[in-house]
């Protein structure tokens, strides 16, 4: 089992929809959990990050945190042919002293126009 | 300061032949990584430092790979005797810990092409 799953894709929705994207992780000492947008040939770059159980949103981006089912998501409202990109799930995890971000393969999102 | 600077952003290399990368982080950050990333997948760990404590390194992390940090500010990540298999990119990504938050935020990238 991957540490951090997420589906490659990619995921189609038409301008204006809601993007929903998921992730699951293995590691139950799991602490933080970030999305990071990356477009082709860039680098990632972070868009959102959730420390508790819920929701937090910023803009037309909610992350949604259970960590009893150990799954993150991020939903972008009013999609954008300009989010077409490939999102990435990271988790940093604390057990056993260690404090390195551990990443999904990623999901690639398509809006389409 | 502007954010994580990486240098150099480009680098064709002759398969056999010694690379090195620079990494400037976000100067209050303590915390520097290095990731490698390649097509169709997520940023791999390779190494982290604290300061100039090289805190954990990947057990992928071949003996060809070193990184240093000496001063707790720039980092170099050294390959030597480059394979074809080298060739991806290498993100670099800072953090300051324990702080307000534990983001971290990534460099450009230094895309390396091994021929």
């Known amino acids: 089992q991957k540490e951090v799953e997420q589906n490659s894709g990619p995921l189609s929705v038409p301008e204006g929809a809601i993007a929903s994207l998921n992730c699951t992780y293995s590691?139950?000492?799991?602490?933080?959990f970030f999305w990071y947008r990356q477009y082709s040939g860039k680098s990632p770059e972070l868009i959102m990050f959730i420390y508790s159980n819920g929701d937090k949103e910023d803009g037309r981006f909610t992350a949604q945190l259970n960590k009893a089912s150990q799954y993150v998501s991020l939903l972008i409202r009013d999609s954008q042919p300009s989010d077409s990109a490939t999102y990435l799930c990271a988790v940093k995890s604390t057990t056993s002293g260690t404090y390195k971000y551990i990443f999904g393969t990623g999901t690639r999102l398509k809006v389409l126009a | 300061d502007t954010g994580v600077s990486q240098d150099p952003r480009h680098k064709i290399t002759k398969r056999g032949q010694n690379v090195t990368f620079r990494c400037d982080p976000i100067s209050e950050h303590n915390r520097l990584y290095w990731y490698r990333q390649t097509l169709g997948q997520g940023p791999e760990f390779l190494t982290y430092?604290?300061?100039?404590?090289?805190?954990?390194k990947s057990r992928l992390l071949s003996d060809r790979f070193s990184a240093e940090r000496p001063k707790g500010s720039f980092s170099t990540l050294e390959i030597q005797r480059t394979e074809q298999g080298d060739s991806a990119m290498y993100l670099c990504?800072?953090?300051?810990?324990?702080?307000?938050?534990?983001?971290?935020?990534f460099g450009q990238g230094t895309r390396l092409t091994v021929v």
């Open positions: 990504a800072s953090s300051t810990e324990p702080g307000s938050g534990t983001e971290a935020f």
């Open positions: 430092f604290q300061n100039e404590a090289q805190l954990e």
């Open positions: 590691d139950r000492g799991s602490q933080s």
